[in-house]
Each structure stands twice: as structure tokens, then as C-alpha cells.
């Protein structure tokens, strides 16, 4: 087991102070300059790492984005074209002309309609 | 001195670091923005979204339905590096078919010219078996373009789009605004394949605002009758033009509105003449004639000054600052003491001039008095030369004020009393018109019923009335002599029992090189309508014309108007009375 970073002092000095009973002694033990470099070379790589992860992970999300925009408009201008050949078809003048209309026989009722 | 070689590396590189250092500074300090516009260029994306031009509807019955729709279509272009001169005719030619505008020995004639347009206005099922063919050098453009279901149904009152995609004519030009919706932009770092990204903080997406669909009042089904039935009857009369309106007196509401000849606006460059694309009914003032004599009797109405029993002798001529005035009908048993209610059937200009002579307070004189108040009718009233607001391109007209410089201004009003010697819209006389017989109260036309918001249908609220034109009492008087005018001698047996019908004719001289002419002549018929007993449900105005021809108000626009009468009666399914 290693030996703890601070002693105490309490049994040493118990006769000499009634109070203050607490006090610690620290004792330095910093990592070296090469371990911080690289401490932080890690750091700044895993950073970077993330970065890059989450722009290529957004860039991705752009081009689902861009594929279904893309399918948004296609699909829109079929409805449109819809649209327009059901309004073609339902049009006046082809009603009137329809076969179903030119087989039907004129009305013949005088007066208003109701 | 000799030199050491360390110093003179040492040198070197400094002037090596300094060269950098200042072209850096170059770059980044002094070129800083073009250096930052340039790398823009590269990775920016900036689209405009175009807005999507807003449709048109037709009412049919309750519903709206779209007449002016927008359709995706494509342009086919060859690039005739790219493409293969053997592939391409023997794939293209039959899918294209008539489509094709360029000949394939033309295509490929150039072959440094890299953008040939085959084709234009492609629809999307062409365009496809195009995509589908996958021929190299060959690519589709897309575009958008108007397209009119109904063909040429109302396409005075419509409009068309021109290529640069502005509203000319109708209400494509009067409403071009609403219609075009506003663009918006998008703005974003872009990838080598030009798909925008979400990175980087001054990506801008500022959406498109979508033009309005607008919803008009007109009714297809009543305006497709319509249009039918002028075409029949500018066959069996032998008329070129003849225009017609029918709207609701009692909102000011435009159910139909039409003009012969019409075009078609898919082809609109394909007209023999620019006249083709004027709504007469909006766009040119024309002297309506005897129908003016409506608003004259209501405005003598109006200042106590007659009555319909009223009488005044009637010599079939009357001289006004030494011009004769003249009756159309010379009919030896009408001269002598006349009511005004035969004036009016007669439709007697000795008649209305006397109403004008009576308006200033004098039996023989037309005083400054009489001009006044009939102006004030006429303009401020019943808005005879004032644009009445609808929403279309719309002509002011004139109407000279009584104190107008101009050459005879005593013969001029009087002239006006029946409706020459000034220039008014079929839309100005049918709006005033139906102030005249609605009970009084004036409505500003409207050709615009509501929008179609996200499928939905918005009406509009209903409009008040804009002003009281004449009294209900004057208005039933007048409603009174106009049926009267109507069924006294000349159109026995057209109306059916139960139905309260009166109308006016008019007959005026066109003016060819300044002075009137006898030779050509413009017939108006306007007329109202309803189950008798109750206020009237519509009004018709009719205008009959062509160049070098004589038309009569009672000979062409009357007939004209019997028979959009029954038509209208029909469809808007007005009872007679006692039903």
C-alpha cells in the first residue's frame, strides 16, 4: 500500500497545543513536464477527434437533409402535375365533351331550374 | 572581408521569414477582404428560393376551383462535345417528337458550341423517358410555367405571364404583386457536389414567400354560358366584338365578365391583334349612350325637379347653343306634351336635355346651376368617370366638370344626358347602374371573392356599401320606368310571369377623325333583373361593335341581353313570384 501523501502531527504535538489539532503537511508531487505535454497533446487530440467526429456526423445530416429536400420537391411537382391533369380533366370543356355528357340527352323543361 | 558562411545562411533565412512574414501580412492585413471574398466564392452556396407564383380560382357554386395553376416543365439541352451524333437523333427524335425545336444537323453543325436547347416546355413524362434514355451529353433544366386548364375561358379577364415571368393584362398584371410572392435566399458553406451544410456560423436561409391564390367571384359555370352564348350570338348578329358583364347588384360582386374575341393565354403571343388582350369591360372607356339616361331621370328624381308623369313638349329636336339635338326616333304622334316615362321609352334626347334644363331651374335654358348637379350626380354619385376600384388594370374615363373650358360646354352637357360627349367603362355604368335599382346604395365592383390559404378557402368579408347614391325612393321610381321602358311596347312576351325585369338600350355614335361618324355605330343594353316584387338579383350590361359597322342597342344588345338574362335566371335558380 502507499504511504498517504500527508501526516499527521496530532500525537507529536498534543502536548504542545490543545487547540488547532488539525493542521496537515502537504507533500509535492507533480507530474513531470513531459507527461503534462503529452497530457495535453491527448486532450487536444481527443478535442479534436470529437470535432471532426460531430462536423462529419453534421455533414452527414446535410446530405440526408439535401437527399430528402431533393425528394420533397420531386414529389411536389408530381403533385402539381397532379393537380393540373385532374383540373384538365374536370375542366368544363371536357366534361361537355366527355362521352358520358354526349350521350346524354338535352333537358327539355321550360321555366326555372330548381 | 570575409564573410561567415553561418551569417550569411542566417541572413538569408531571415530574408526568407521576413519575405513570408510580409507577404502574410500582405494577405491577411492588407488583402484581408479580397483574400476572405475569394475563399467565400469557393465554399459558399447562395440560391435564390424562388416563391412560387400564387394560382387563380373560379368559384363553382361554393367551391373555388383553380383556372391558373403552375406546372414543372423542362428544357432539353445537348452538349454536342459530349453527345454522340448517332445515338442521340435515333434515341431522342421519336420521345421528343414535335417538341423538338432544332434540327440534329444544326445540333451538331458546332461542335465548340456546348449548350443547345432541343427543346422547351417539356413536360414531365417526356422528360423522364429523356432521364431514362441516360445518353451522354444531354441534360434536363428545369423551369416553371402557367398553365389554363379551362383553355381559353376568361382570358381577357385573366391575363397571361410574359417569359420574364410578369403578369401583363387581367388580373395576372393588375395583381401581379400578390401573385409573385416575395423570393428568399439561402446562403451556406457548401461541399465539392454543392450540397449546402450546416456548419460554419454565417449560413443564412431566409424562406420563400409564396404568391397568393386568388379566388375570384366570377363563376365558371355562369362565365363558361356566357362565353358560349356571345359567341352564338356574335354569329347570328355578324358582330366581331361584343363584351358583357353580369354582376350582383346588391354586393357589387362580378359573376361573369366576358369579351369576344378572346385568345388563348398558354399561346399568348399567337394573337392577331394587342387589342385581342383588352377587357372592354375595364380597360376602354366608350360613350355608353342612352343608357345615361338612367342616371340623368334619377338625378331630376333626386332634386324634386320631375316625376314619370311629369310632361314636357316634345318637337323631336332641340337647340342647344345653336346645335340641333335630335331624337333618334322622329315619330310625327310623339311630338307634342310627353311624359318622362315616354321620354324615357322612347329614349328621347329632348327628353333627358329637358331634365338638364329642369335641374338648373329653367324650362328653356341650360344654366351653370343644372351642369353643377348633374356632375355631381353623374361623378360623385354614380362615379361616371372615376375608376370604381375593382382589381384589374381599369381606364378613368371622362367626364368634363361643369365648368370646363372647352367649346360648348351647354352642348356638351347636354349631350351627356344621353350619354355622349363622355367616355365611361361598362364596369363604371353596370356599378352605377346597380346603385340605381339595388334600393340606392352604392357597391365598389370586386372580381375578388376570398385566397386559398394552405387548401383552405378565405373569404372575404362582405363590403359595406361605399355611399348612398340616390334614395330608396328614387331608386324604386327608377326601377319603376326601367321596367316600364322595358315591357311598355317593345319586349312583350320576352319575360316570363313573375319575374321583374327593365332595362335600357343605347346607340352611339363612334367618333372616327374627331367627328361623330354615321357610318359605325356601339350598342348597350343594361338591364336588371329578379323575382318580381323583391330587390333585383343581377345585372346584365351588354356592348355590341365592330369596325365599320352600324349596332343598335335595340337590335343587337338587347337581343344579346334576353338571352344572358334567361341564362342567369336559370342558373342562379331565381324563382317568380308566387313560387
Keep these: 500500500m502507499r504511504p498517504q501523501a500527508y501526516t499527521t502531527r496530532r500525537g507529536a504535538t498534543m502536548g504542545n497545543w490543545s487547540r488547532n489539532q488539525n493542521t496537515v503537511r502537504h507533500t509535492n508531487k507533480a507530474l513531470g513536464s513531459i507527461s503534462n505535454f503529452m497530457i495535453i497533446m491527448l486532450l487536444v487530440l481527443i478535442v479534436g477527434l470529437i470535432y471532426v467526429s460531430q462536423g462529419a456526423q453534421a455533414t452527414n445530416y446535410d446530405y440526408e437533409i439535401s437527399a430528402i429536400e431533393d425528394e420533397i420537391a420531386e414529389l411536389e411537382a408530381k403533385k402539381e402535375d397532379l393537380a393540373v391533369e385532374r383540373a384538365r380533366l374536370t375542366s368544363i370543356a371536357a366534361s361537355e365533351s366527355s362521352t358520358v355528357a354526349s350521350s346524354m340527352e338535352d333537358a327539355n323543361v321550360e321555366g326555372y331550374a330548381e | 572581408m570575409k564573410l561567415n558562411r553561418n551569417a550569411v545562411l542566417k541572413a538569408g533565412l531571415l530574408l526568407v ?3 513570408i512574414i510580409l507577404k502574410l501580412f500582405c494577405i491577411q492585413i492588407v488583402e484581408h477582404e479580397e483574400w476572405v471574398e475569394k475563399a467565400a466564392a469557393q465554399h459558399t452556396l447562395q440560391n435564390v428560393l424562388l416563391a412560387k407564383r400564387g394560382e387563380i380560382y373560379m368559384m363553382d357554386g361554393d367551391e373555388p376551383v383553380a383556372v391558373v395553376m403552375n406546372a414543372t416543365v423542362y428544357t432539353v439541352i445537348v452538349d454536342p462535345m459530349l453527345a454522340s451524333e448517332e445515338e442521340l437523333p435515333e434515341k431522342l427524335t421519336e420521345v421528343l417528337g414535335e417538341q423538338r425545336i432544332a434540327e440534329w444537323e444544326d445540333v451538331f453543325a458546332d461542335k465548340s458550341r456546348r449548350y443547345y436547347v432541343i427543346a422547351k416546355n417539356v413536360e414531365r413524362k417526356v422528360a423522364e423517358k429523356v432521364a431514362e434514355a441516360d445518353l451522354a451529353g444531354v441534360w434536363l433544366q428545369s423551369d416553371t410555367k402557367r398553365v389554363y386548364p379551362e383553355g381559353t375561358l376568361a382570358s381577357t379577364v385573366l391575363g397571361f405571364v410574359n417569359a ?84 350582383d347588384p346588391r354586393t357589387g360582386k362580378v359573376l361573369a365578365m366576358a369579351n369576344l374575341p378572346g385568345y388563348d393565354p398558354a399561346d399568348f403571343g399567337n394573337v392577331m391583334s394587342a387589342e385581342d388582350y383588352i377587357n372592354h369591360v375595364v380597360e376602354d372607356p366608350y360613350e355608353p349612350a342612352s343608357v345615361c339616361k338612367t342616371f340623368t331621370f334619377a338625378a331630376g328624381l333626386e332634386y324634386g325637379v320631375m316625376t314619370p308623369e311629369k310632361t314636357f313638349f316634345n318637337e323631336n329636336v332641340t337647340y342647344v347653343d345653336g346645335w340641333p339635338i335630335k331624337n333618334s326616333t322622329q315619330k310625327a304622334e310623339l311630338v307634342g306634351q310627353i311624359s318622362m316615362q315616354t321620354a324615357l321609352n322612347w329614349s328621347m334626347n329632348t327628353g333627358s336635355t329637358q331634365v338638364l334644363r329642369w335641374l338648373g331651374g329653367s324650362e328653356s335654358e341650360i344654366l351653370q346651376q343644372g351642369r353643377e348637379r348633374l356632375y355631381d350626380y353623374y361623378y ?39 350619354g355622349q360627349n363622355m367616355q365611361v367603362t361598362m364596369i363604371q355604368v ?36 361605399v355611399r348612398r347614391a340616390v334614395s330608396q325612393e328614387t331608386s324604386a321610381t327608377m326601377r319603376e320606368m326601367l321596367y316600364n321602358t322595358r315591357t311598355s311596347f317593345r319586349n312583350n312576351g320576352v319575360d316570363a310571369e313573375g ?8 346607340t352611339a355614335q363612334m367618333i372616327k377623325d374627331g367627328a361623330y ?23 346584365i350590361m351588354v356592348r355590341v361593335w365592330e369596325d365599320g359597322k352600324i349596332a343598335g342597342g335595340e337590335a343587337q344588345a338587347l337581343p344579346v341581353f334576353n338571352v344572358l338574362k334567361a341564362c342567369v335566371q336559370d342558373y342562379l335558380k331565381i324563382k317568380p313570384a308566387g313560387v
Design chain 2, 380 to 418: 360623385n354619385h354614380f362615379g361616371l368617370g372615376v375608376p370604381t376600384g375593382i382589381e384589374l388594370i381599369e381606364s378613368p374615363g371622362v367626364v368634363y366638370g361643369p365648368n370646363a373650358e372647352i367649346y360648348g360646354i351647354d352642348s356638351t352637357y347636354a349631350n351627356m344626358t344621353f
Design chain 2, 164 to 247: 420574364d415571368g410578369v403578369g401583363q393584362y387581367g388580373v395576372e398584371g393588375a395583381m401581379n404583386e400578390e401573385l409573385t410572392g416575395v423570393n428568399g435566399l439561402l446562403r451556406t458553406v457548401k461541399d465539392v457536389n454543392n450540397v449546402a451544410l450546416s456548419i460554419g456560423g454565417d449560413n443564412i436561409k431566409v424562406p420563400a414567400e409564396d404568391g397568393e391564390n386568388i379566388v375570384l367571384t366570377i363563376d365558371r359555370n355562369l362565365q363558361y354560358k356566357v362565353e358560349k352564348i356571345l359567341e352564338q350570338q356574335a354569329e347570328e348578329l355578324g358582330f366581331k366584338n361584343i363584351s358583357a358583364l353580369v354582376m
Design chain 2, 430 to 465: 353596370a356599378s352605377a347602374f346597380s346603385a340605381v335599382v339595388n334600393g340606392g346604395e352604392y357597391f365598389a365592383p370586386t372580381i375578388v371573392a376570398g385566397k386559398v390559404v394552405n387548401g383552405e378557402f378565405v373569404e372575404n368579408e362582405q363590403a359595406e356599401a
Design chain 2, 17 to 19: 521569414v521576413a519575405v
Design chain 2, 499 to 506: 319575374y321583374y325585369v327593365g332595362g335600357k338600350t343605347g
Design chain 2, 517 to 539: 361618324s354615321f357610318d359605325e355605330t356601339v350598342a348597350t343594353y343594361v338591364g336588371f333583373g329578379g323575382t318580381a316584387g323583391e330587390l333585383p338579383e343581377y345585372v
